[in-house]
């Protein structure tokens, strides 16, 4: 078993905490080393877990136009291959946070022809789950853990209006008011516990520079590649040229073409990420987190909770305590 020493005293490796508590177990050393220098566990699609299973829900307009029309007209054929390789976790919201994760790549569309305001989420199909419950849910959470720190990711937003989007905003004000973090230069663990901030609301729309509570968009390096091999040759050089300097994203998630998805058609994205997971926790283990060229923050996988992903993330702090000579 590895352990941290910090000023003399020997304590569990980092990826031996609670994972449910896992930055307020953090040792000291690290209570003012900015958040974007951690090394974050992240979920990707984090909201897949609910996707609406009743084959009258439509395809997201997002999908290829010839999958639409296959699905119009091939439903019971071509539907069961959605599900399989739309799933990215089967953990709720919830039971992520439990396991670790602290960063959640949120995905918002309006259904088309749904006179109501309710947003979901929405990966190949929509979810049953609103954007407003799963929200509320996150809030819950953050109640029972007061000095746990997430990052909520808004994207890739789909059939919102104008109005939509100043609706979200007022929803997501309502949720998690006086825990909401503005944006702010000393982003550490010490001074958001003493300010009683929990959230940080990315939103990739061009509103987001007109709101002090709005990060903007966080970059995300997705290399979409179906082989594990493939997709950490593109991270190594894209660490070649060095690292944003705030938040950014380096996803671990594999992305399936067409071809691949018929020449496996007993397959579904969890086999494919799970016999790959291996390799590509054995390329994390060898990265470190902090300021320097090369180094990485969030790292985002799919099916995080049914690995050592997140464990092995957080672990990768400890290379930026100061180990006695």
């Given at each position: 078993?590895?352990?941290?020493?910090?000023?003399?005293?020997?304590?569990?490796?980092?990826?031996?905490?609670?994972?449910?508590?896992?930055?307020?177990?953090?040792?000291?050393?690290?209570?003012?080393?900015?958040?974007?220098?951690?090394?974050?566990?992240?979920s990707h699609n984090a909201i897949t877990y609910c996707l609406d299973m009743n084959d009258r829900s439509p395809v997201d307009l997002t999908q290829p136009d010839m999958l639409q029309k296959l699905d119009k007209y091939m439903k019971p054929l071509i539907r069961p291959f959605v599900y399989k390789w739309a799933i990215t976790q089967e953990y709720t919201i919830k039971q992520q946070l439990d396991c670790g994760v602290r960063y959640c790549d949120l995905r918002i569309a309006h259904r088309p022809n749904d006179s109501s305001t309710d947003l979901y989420f929405y990966h190949g199909v929509y979810t049953t789950l609103t954007v407003?419950?799963?929200?509320?849910?996150?809030?819950?959470?953050?109640?029972?853990?007061?000095?746990?720190?997430?990052?909520?990711?808004?994207?890739?937003?789909?059939?919102?209006?104008?109005?939509?989007?100043?609706?979200?905003?007022?929803?997501?004000?309502?949720?998690?008011?006086?825990?909401?973090?503005?944006?702010?230069?000393?982003?550490?663990?010490?001074?958001?516990?003493?300010?009683?901030?929990?959230?940080?609301?990315?939103?990739?729309?061009?509103?987001?520079?007109?709101?002090?509570?709005?990060?903007?968009?966080?970059?995300?390096?997705?290399?979409?590649?179906?082989?594990?091999?493939?997709?950490?040759?593109?991270?190594?050089?894209?660490?070649?040229?060095?690292?944003?300097?705030?938040?950014?994203?380096?996803?671990?998630?594999?992305?399936?073409?067409?071809?691949?998805?018929?020449?496996?058609?007993?397959?579904?994205?969890?086999?494919?990420?799970?016999?790959?997971?291996?390799?590509?926790?054995?390329?994390?283990?060898?990265?470190?987190?902090?300021?320097?060229?090369?180094?990485?923050?969030?790292?985002?996988?799919?099916?995080?909770?049914?690995?050592?992903?997140?464990?092995?993330?957080?672990?990768?702090?400890?290379?930026?305590?100061?180990?006695?000579?």
């Amino acid at each position: 078993m590895s352990s941290v020493v910090v000023s003399g005293v020997s304590e569990l490796s980092l990826g031996e905490l609670p994972m449910e508590s896992w930055m307020s177990h953090l040792p000291c050393a690290l209570w003012d080393t900015p958040l974007y220098q951690l090394a974050i566990p992240g979920s990707h699609n984090a909201i897949t877990y609910c996707l609406d299973m009743n084959d009258r829900s439509p395809v997201d307009l997002t999908q290829p136009d010839m999958l639409q029309k296959l699905d119009k007209y091939m439903k019971p054929l071509i539907r069961p291959f959605v599900y399989k390789w739309a799933i990215t976790q089967e953990y709720t919201i919830k039971q992520q946070l439990d396991c670790g994760v602290r960063y959640c790549d949120l995905r918002i569309a309006h259904r088309p022809n749904d006179s109501s305001t309710d947003l979901y989420f929405y990966h190949g199909v929509y979810t049953t789950l609103t954007v407003e419950t799963v929200l509320m849910e996150i809030r819950e959470w953050l109640d029972a853990h007061p000095k746990e720190v997430v990052i909520l990711s808004f994207s890739h937003f789909l059939g919102l209006s104008q109005e939509l989007h100043t609706l979200l905003l007022t929803t997501i004000r309502n949720v998690f008011t006086s825990k909401l973090c503005p944006k702010m230069e000393v982003l550490t663990l010490r001074n958001l516990w003493a300010l009683g901030y929990q959230v940080m609301v990315s939103y990739e729309h061009n509103i987001a520079s007109c709101h002090s509570d709005l990060w903007p968009h966080i970059p995300y390096w997705w290399a979409n590649k179906c082989k594990a091999e493939a997709l950490i040759e593109d991270f190594e050089h894209r660490k070649q040229h060095g690292r944003p300097g705030g938040f950014f994203v380096t996803g671990m998630n594999l992305t399936e073409d067409l071809k691949y998805i018929c020449t496996h058609p007993t397959e579904s994205l969890k086999d494919l990420v799970m016999s790959t997971y291996p390799t590509l926790l054995s390329w994390v283990k060898e990265q470190t987190p902090g300021s320097k060229v090369g180094s990485l923050n969030i790292i985002a996988g799919d099916f995080i909770a049914e690995s050592q992903f997140v464990p092995t993330v957080v672990t990768l702090n400890e290379k930026l305590l100061k180990w006695p000579s």
